[in-house]
């Protein structure tokens, strides 16, 4: 039988390209000559090692300030994600913001752990590895306390070391940082609340980072999936917005296996039994009291987060036990406070400029 041939230009057939599945073919032809892309553009150097652990300082943009004291900030991000969300590419980096307005920054990376770190707790990340972190900032700029910028779950991290050693701390800033874990619209803490997380890890050992990906993908698998490769086809002529697509698809499915006991004990201390709010947190064998932090507190959430909503942080106001606290409402998702045009504009300048009037 002869094959019947398709009339060409008609919408929804072979030929038309303005058709749907013409456009949206086109636009994964675009991606595929893309190839890789690069991130984290800004140059650093590693100064501390430990473990898994690396410890970057980024070097100043402009070299004539290489030599001019700078006020040194350090961030302490998430174990679920590479921290190069936070300078993703030249015009979306909140680091290289940061740059300009004349910090010194310093970056904890995790690194990947393996079968070896199976068993490392909490305490091991915050008494040890940030507490290292602190040591090693405060030693090279000659003071005793440092500025801690935490992010999502660096942010209770931080929040935790600062109520463990309030001395070590001059000034804290969390970004888009849980606290009350249990609010009605947190959709991970529910999904959270019918894991059987001890015989997850007792299974598994660590926890494998493309289990977390599917995880968070699926509280809004229509808008985090579907509806985001469907907007793939609007990019197909343009090559840097596809290598924009491009970067933050690496950086979303690029997570890390995480140590077992720890997200075993990050699950069940502050999902499940919410300790940090209830105020039976402890970590290495102390209590962990928010009302221990006594230095200035900068809180920044996003409007429209998903993963952490605005009740779940802003809580943090009447817990601490400081006079100066500010908080910082982005008009945004958690995704956007990061990578946004006007993230890019307006966090640097917001924390710098309060961290430089505390400093």
Not at 93 to 103: A, C, E, H
Not at 173 to 181: E, N
Not at 242 to 270: C, T, V, Y
Request: glycine share 8%; with cysteine.
């Amino acid at each position: 039988m002869a094959r019947t041939e398709q009339p060409q230009g008609v919408a929804g057939l072979p030929g038309d390209e303005s058709a749907p599945g013409a456009a949206f073919a086109a636009g994964l032809n675009a991606l595929r000559g893309i190839g890789d892309v690069d991130v984290a553009p800004t140059p650093r150097d590693a100064v501390y090692r430990e473990d898994k652990l690396v410890l970057y300082r980024y070097r100043p943009l402009d070299s004539a300030a290489a030599g001019v004291p700078r006020i040194p900030v350090l961030i302490c991000y998430a174990l679920v994600n590479r921290p190069y969300m936070l300078d993703l590419q030249e015009d979306r980096s909140l680091i290289r913001g940061l740059l300009r307005r004349g910090l010194d920054v310093y970056l904890i990376d995790w690194g990947s752990p393996d079968g070896a770190d199976r068993y490392l707790e909490l305490d091991d990340y915050i008494n040890r590895y940030l507490h290292h972190c602190v040591s090693h900032v405060a030693t090279a700029h000659g003071v005793q306390s440092v500025n801690l910028l935490g992010v999502c779950q660096g942010g209770t991290f931080s929040l935790c070391y600062a109520a463990l050693h309030p001395e070590r701390v001059r000034n804290l800033v969390t970004m888009v940082t849980p606290v009350d874990f249990r609010t009605p619209d947190n959709l991970l803490s529910k999904w959270v609340q019918g894991v059987d997380v001890d015989a997850l890890v007792r299974v598994s050992g660590n926890i494998s980072g493309e289990l977390l990906n599917y995880a968070f993908l699926s509280l809004m698998p229509f808008r985090l999936m579907s509806q985001k490769y469907a907007g793939v086809a609007e990019l197909a002529r343009d090559p840097a917005q596809l290598r924009n697509f491009l970067r933050m698809e690496k950086w979303i499915f690029d997570s890390p296996d995480q140590a077992g006991e720890a997200f075993r004990q990050f699950i069940m201390w502050f999902y499940r039994e919410n300790r940090l709010v209830a105020g039976t947190l402890s970590i290495g064998g102390k209590p962990v009291h928010l009302r221990n932090l006594a230095m200035p507190v900068l809180n920044v959430f996003a409007t429209q987060d998903h993963l952490v909503p605005p009740a779940a942080t802003t809580v943090l106001k009447d817990l601490v036990g400081t006079a100066d606290y500010t908080a910082y409402a982005f008009s945004g998702g958690h995704i956007g406070i990061y990578v946004s045009g006007r993230a890019q504009k307006d966090l640097p300048a917001a924390i710098s400029d309060w961290l430089k009037s505390r400093s």
